[in-house]
């Protein structure tokens, strides 16, 4: 069983940059997909990017191309650094796992809130 922990967030005004970081409680890098969701207000959760094993590749959401970049470290963590944020990038950001061979998102972190003010 995976745990995720996210921290980062807040609150800052459009144009502004933030960054989100998401620790796992074992190593990921090899074997795992890593990725970041957010869920708006009365909205369903969707899909912002994701990272494959060793990096090899990253999925955007066409919403964040360009100002969003995910990436991992060696071991247990994945980042997503945001510029140019705007204010319907409000949202709870949520880190999840699965295994490179699963088609299913199985792990969720508890999500960080990020606010943005116009």
């Known amino acids: 069983q995976v745990q995720l922990a996210e921290s980062g967030g807040g609150l800052v005004q459009a144009g502004g940059s933030l960054s989100l970081s998401c620790a796992a409680s074992?190593?990921?890098?090899?074997?795992?997909?890593m990725g970041w969701f957010r869920q708006a207000p009365g909205r369903e959760r969707e899909f912002v990017a994701a990272?494959?094993?060793?990096?090899?590749?990253i999925y955007y959401a066409d919403s964040v191309k360009g100002r969003f970049d995910i990436s991992r470290n060696y071991a247990n963590s994945v980042y997503l650094e945001m510029r140019n944020l705007r204010t319907e990038d409000t949202a709870v950001y949520y880190c999840?796992?699965?295994?490179?061979?699963?088609?299913?998102?199985?792990?969720w972190g508890q999500g960080t809130q990020v606010s943005v003010s116009s």
């Open positions: 990272i494959t094993p060793f990096g090899r590749d």
């Open positions: 074992e190593n990921t890098f090899s074997n795992y997909d």
């Open positions: 999840a796992a699965r295994d490179s061979t699963a088609g299913e998102w199985a792990y």
